[in-house]
């Protein structure tokens, strides 16, 4: 019974350093050898003259979206 716990615990090691491996390989690449993409900025582009609308969905709405999604998800 304890041998089983040992090598399930040791699989969860295992995957978490692959999925690790998988995620921080390609974000160091990226953070070393990328570049970003510079764009200008151009007084007559027409997208700029729209006026300025405030948020469409209410702040208090995000937080109770948010706090209750997070709970939903970490009950299961």
């Keep these: ?9 040791i699989r969860k090691v295992i995957l978490d350093v692959i999925l690790l491996n998988c ?3 390609p974000i160091l690449f990226l953070f070393l050898w990328g ?3 510079q764009r200008g ?4 582009d027409t997208s700029l ?3 300025y609308h405030e948020s469409t969905v209410p702040s208090w709405t995000l937080y ?3 706090i209750a999604l ?5 009950s299961r």
């Design 41 to 44: 900025f151009f007084c007559n």
């Design 64 to 66: 109770i979206t948010g």
């Design 23 to 25: 995620i921080g390989w």
């Design 70 to 74: 997070n709970c939903v998800v970490a």
């Design 35 to 37: 570049s970003a993409y």
């Design 49 to 51: 003259i729209h006026p």
């Design 1 to 9: 019974m304890a041998n089983e716990i040992i090598v399930i615990q």
